[in-house]
């Protein structure tokens, strides 16, 4: 195991992250605040509860399930995209560092940040609304695991992208719409039941349901299966990647 | 002499079915330095990239220091350091940070006091907590000699180090290169320089269309230099030199109407007044004289042409 190589991956990436923290942190901030401003205060106040939880209160899990995950994408795909682009990746691929420990480093760095911008944006919230939180370690459980898996997509992403605009266009085709449609602003029950079945394909379902779970006590899909969903997709991804390294696509001619 | 890399049977075959190394064989001793000689497109840097696990190779293997690159390629690469044909460095990112970062990547714990005597050997010190972007192209390529040195490497890669440097880069190149060699690193530099290769070369190979041609001692290949040749045209043809001339070691031309003679000129007599007059006194008219001289640039020349 080399431990010295994690380290200094994580911290090389954290400091990219620290130069350009404001700018990370300020976006998300301010598109969080107008959502409340929007869903929650002037539509919010025309909503019945559900689960009687307030329209209010019940969209800030969604809401910062959607920062989270396209932060995750976006910093992990950006992290290693940027090291092929610009050459310097010749130097962990011809160091002693296995796959997986270029993947703690890569991605643990960018699901580091995800982390702390969510939580930023779980501090905003409580300016805006009253919440409390039912079960708080496994709130900061799921977002972490949430930050894990999806920083693990994102590498992918950023492995297989030929250019910046592949880069930028698979996190808004596929993790927006997954997001919109994964129950962020309702509840999966208030949908038709053929949608309550489709949805069930779309991993952001349970990724939302359980952290609701955490906030609320109430909650879309049990639990559990929630835990396994992310399970799953995690151990989906990492299979992906070690394919990814184990024939050096996109990383070695 | 002990092994330090061995290369048998490498090859690559590029997914544009381009054939870029051949069947490659090289051995390179522990502490020697090799220049890989070869014109653009040659292979060398396929050839250095597959041995520090950069480019799957299509065939062959490779060991350094008896470690598989495959199988036990954190044991191979731990002892070795390169640096790249093409400056590739994290633009915003400080000098001493890039160079830790490195040290850190190969599995060695910080060390403040290595990481700033290689940071002094190369005149980067004062530039330590600047950000790369800011600094001219010579000194990104000190950056990146320093990022490969982090590491205390046994093995190091230079790959076209001197192209496009300045005089004072080249000459502290050189001078970094002899302080490594008398620690007994093993340098491996590919240069299109044939100047380069004669000052600091131990043995020269010579690689074209994905072949190594020749590697060879470079004194013994300096030696060939020196070497020329006295090409003398004889009025008459003979089918045997006489007796008297056996001394000079007197080749006979296909054609049997001249005679070639072979001289050092770097020695203290070249021994061709003797040789002329023993040739006129054993009865041969001269009709013309011609010499002529074999460079490494000659042979190498020769060696890459189609
Ligand atoms: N990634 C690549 N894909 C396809 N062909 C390549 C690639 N890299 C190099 N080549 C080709 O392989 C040959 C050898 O290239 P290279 O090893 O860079 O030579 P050198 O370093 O001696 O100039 C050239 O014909 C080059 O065009
Ligand atoms: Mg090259």
């Known amino acids: ?253 | 002499m002990e092994k330090m890399i061995s290369v048998q049977g490498l090859s690559k075959v590029y997914a544009s079915g381009n054939i870029a190394l051949d069947k490659v064989d090289l051995e390179i001793n522990k502490g020697e330095i090799l220049a890989l000689l070869g014109p653009n497109g040659a292979g060398k840097t396929t050839l250095i990239s597959m041995i520090c696990g950069l480019v799957n190779p299509s065939a062959g293997r490779v060991s350094v220091d008896g470690y598989d690159i495959l199988t036990d390629y954190r044991a191979a690469r731990r002892l070795i350091g390169l640096v790249p044909q093409e400056v590739a460095l994290e633009p915003f990112e400080k000098v001493i940070n890039t160079v830790q970062f490195s040290r850190g990547l190969f599995g060695f714990a910080p060390d403040k006091s290595y990481i700033e005597a290689v940071l002094k050997k190369l005149s980067l010190w004062d530039k330590r907590d600047t950000p790369i972007r800011e600094l001219s192209g010579g000194m990104k390529r000190r950056v990146l000699i320093a990022k490969a040195l982090s590491h205390e490497p046994r093995v190091l890669f230079l790959d076209e180090p001197t192209a496009g440097v300045d005089v004072e880069l080249r000459k502290d190149m050189w001078r970094i290169v002899e302080e490594l060699k008398a620690d007994g690193v093993t340098i491996v530099l590919t240069t299109h320089y044939i100047e380069e290769a004669e000052a600091l070369a131990d043995r020269v190979g010579v690689i074209s269309h994905g072949r190594i041609l020749l590697v060879e001692n470079k004194d013994q290949l300096m030696h060939q230099m020196g070497t020329k040749e006295l090409t003398i045209h004889l009025q008459q043809s003979v089918d045997k030199l006489p007796e008297a001339l056996a001394g000079y070691a007197l080749r006979l031309a296909p054609d049997k109407q001249s005679v070639i003679y072979s001289y050092d000129t770097k020695a203290e007599r070249t021994g061709i007044t003797g040789l002329l007059a023993d040739l006129s006194s054993a009865g041969f008219l001269l009709r013309d004289l011609q010499t002529s001289q074999s460079s490494l640039e000659d042979i190498f020349v020769d060696l890459v042409k189609d």
């Open chain 1, 1 to 253: 195991m080399n431990l010295h190589a994690v380290k200094a991956i994580y911290f090389f990436e954290m400091a990219r992250t620290f130069r350009t923290l404001l700018q990370s942190i300020i976006s998300p901030v301010i598109s969080t605040a107008l959502y409340f401003i929007v869903f929650g205060s002037a539509i919010g106040s025309r909503m019945v509860a559900i689960d009687g939880v307030s329209y209010g209160a019940f969209i800030v899990p969604g809401l910062i399930m959607l920062t989270v995950l396209m932060q995750s994408v976006t910093n992990a795909s950006f992290g290693i995209y940027f090291p092929k682009f610009i050459g310097t990746i010749y130097e962990p691929l011809s160091a002693p560092v296995s796959y997986l420990e270029m993947l703690v480093g890569y991605v643990g760095a960018a699901a580091t940040k995800s982390m702390i911008i969510g939580l930023i944006i779980l501090a905003t919230s409580f300016l805006f609304v009253p919440l409390q939180i039912a079960h708080p370690v496994w709130m900061v459980a799921f977002l972490a695991l949430t930050c894990v898996s999806f920083s693990l997509l994102g590498f992918i992403i950023g492995i297989c992208a030929r250019n910046f605009e592949q880069l930028n266009l698979v996190p808004a085709l596929i993790i927006t719409p997954l997001v919109f449609l994964g129950g962020s602003f309702y509840s999966i029950s208030m949908l038709p039941p053929f949608w309550q079945t489709a949805t069930l394909f779309n991993p952001v379902v349970y990724l939302v349901s359980g952290f609701r779970w955490a906030f609320f006590d109430t909650a879309d899909v049990a639990v559990t299966y929630s835990l396994m969903a992310i399970a799953l997709f995690s151990l989906l991804f990492v299979a992906v990647i070690s394919v990814i390294f184990k024939t050096g696509y996109r990383l070695k001619p």
